[in-house]
């Protein structure tokens, strides 16, 4: 029997456990670190997190929810639906909760992985195939600011919130204004005495189409199953004209581009300026609010375009010489998106790590084969990551395809990609990378010296298409036929 095993309890992990197991692979471990599954929506607790993709297709195409209670629903609803996903796909019995893997050694034949448990005992176990599906967003980043480790207040990452805090009364600062402070500052104005938001570069926004789906609308959606289908399929066309716009299609930019415009202009008021995006629109991630201008205005928020300089005391110092006094500092600075699978250990054929074959950045056949890792398949991995639409979608283009890896596998062998495939297809995602518009700033879609290893450089149907079946003459010969 093949042996499985997963590393990761959340939208990736799970989608491929559910997947091989439909497919027959009975012998599935799902190794979690943490207690729960869910992966980001697990750890994300900071008040206001949310979905920004719409839920129709932030969701399993293989498991529609009847059960949202709105478009883009709160992380809770997102973290029950995973949770619900496991119980109903009968994956509780794989899951080894608690337990971190921490290092992958292939020994010639299998996978050996050390772990430790949660009872602080360590162990090893082999297994045939390894699916890390570790995300790409789970290691916050807190940039070095001078003095900010003696800050006097209290800190805190929007990743690592405690959901006990409470910041009635308190003055926040808010460094960072990505999506989770687009997120978090709205939800937390209202009982902050004082919000010092310091922005360094200016997002461009989106409004945020939410609607409430009542009793009604959730009672169709069980009765007639179509209509969620057709729900989901109207917002794949929405997010093909964003994706469209991203990329670079000059009609979609320019009618999304001024959209984004015409929401400043009637949001933003007196911020409209310095609130103005200064790069294209889709080198960050394009962010979806209808609250954030208004927030920013409000007469106890400031917003601080400053360099911040240091940190001393319980004041942020900026280069205009003002100090802005905190009780809390948050910092919502994001994550190492472009350091994949750290801090796991992968050796490979040979001994060779993976993260020395990565030392220039990631790279993988179609975001999930590297050659010197044989039967290693990657969920989410470099380049599949999109700006525009659900990575959901990709997560199961991946999992189909590692299914039939899986299946290859179990007729008898190894599967390791040549190294010339996975070469020839790097160069291509770099070429038609360095013409994309994420080159046009710094964000957490490249690593420090400039090469994009997260994005996916088109659109998603065509990562589906391309990863709809496996080709063999893409995997070594020779290889193939160990057993
Ligand atoms: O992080 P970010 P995030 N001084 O990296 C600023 C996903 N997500 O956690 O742009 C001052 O986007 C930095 O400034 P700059 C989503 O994919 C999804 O918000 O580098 N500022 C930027 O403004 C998202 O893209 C949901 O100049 C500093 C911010 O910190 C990804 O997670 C919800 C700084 C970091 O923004 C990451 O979003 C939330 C410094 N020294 C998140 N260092 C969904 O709803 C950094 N910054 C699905």
Redo the contacts with the bound molecule.
């Keep these: 029997m093949t042996r499985i095993a997963v590393i990761g309890a959340g939208f990736g992990g799970i989608a491929v456990a559910h997947l091989l197991r439909r497919a027959g692979f009975a012998d599935v471990t799902i190794f979690e670190r943490a207690g729960d599954v869910g992966g980001v929506w697990r750890d ?1 607790t900071y008040p206001g ?5 719409p839920a129709p297709l ?1 969701s399993y195409s293989f498991a529609l929810n009847p059960n949202w209670s709105q478009r883009f629903p709160p992380r809770a609803e997102i973290l029950e639906y995973l949770r619900g996903c496991v119980r109903q796909f009968g994956l509780e019995g794989l899951l080894r909760l608690g337990t971190d893997v921490t290092e992958a050694a292939w020994t010639g034949t299998a996978w050996r992985l050390s772990l430790a448990g949660p009872d602080g005992a360590t162990g090893t176990a082999e297994f045939d195939v390894l699916v890390p599906a570790t995300g790409q ?1 789970s290691r916050p980043v807190v ?1 070095a ?1 001078p003095g900010a480790g003696d800050f006097a207040g209290r800190v805190t990452h ?1 990743a690592g919130w405690d959901p006990g805090l409470d910041v009635t009364g308190l003055r926040v600062g808010v ?7 687009v ?1 978090l500052v709205p939800a937390i104005a209202g009982r902050a005495a004082r919000i010092t938001v ?4 200016a ?1 461009w926004t989106l409004p945020k189409p939410n609607r409430r789906y009542g009793r009604a609308r959730r009672a169709l959606n069980r009765a007639l199953p179509v209509l969620m289908r057709a729900s989901r399929t109207g917002t794949w066309w929405l997010t093909v004209v964003t994706g469209r716009a991203v990329v670079g299609h000059p009609v979609a930019r320019r009618l999304v581009g001024a959209i984004s415009a015409a929401q400043r202009f009637v949001q933003a008021g007196r911020l409209r300026r310095r609130v103005a995006p200064d790069y294209a629109m889709g080198c ?2 394009v962010l979806f609010t209808g609250d954030w201008y208004r927030t920013l205005r409000a007469p106890h928020v400031d917003l601080v375009t400053d360099d ?1 300089l240091r940190i001393a005391g319980a004041g942020v110092h900026t280069a205009d010489g003002a100090v802005h006094d905190c009780d809390l500092l948050v910092y ?4 190492a998106a472009t350091e994949f699978l750290t801090p796991l250990r992968v050796r490979g054929r040979d001994g060779r790590d993976l993260h020395d074959e990565w030392r220039d950045g990631a790279y993988a056949h179609l975001g999930i084969a590297v050659p010197g890792f044989p039967n290693m398949f990657l969920m989410y991995g470099p380049n599949t990551n999109t700006g525009n639409t659900s990575v959901v979608y990709f997560h199961e283009a991946q999992a189909r395809y590692i299914v039939q890896a899986v299946r290859a596998i179990a007729a008898g062998g190894l599967l390791e990609v040549r190294p010339e495939v996975a070469a020839e297809f790097d160069a291509e995602m770099q070429r038609r990378l360095s013409t994309s518009v994420w080159t046009g700033c ?3 879609y490249r690593t420090g010296s400039g090469r994009i290893v997260t994005n996916w450089p088109g659109m998603a149907a065509e990562y589906r298409a391309r990863t709809a079946r496996l080709a063999p003459g893409d995997y070594l010969a020779g290889v193939t036929s160990r057993r």
């Design positions: 994300n997190c949310a979905c920004d993709i932030y967003l940039p600011i929007t460094i960072g204004t990505g999506a989770s402070a997120q310091f922005q360094r570069t997002p960050k991630r911040i919502a600075t994001g994550f710094t964000s957490w």
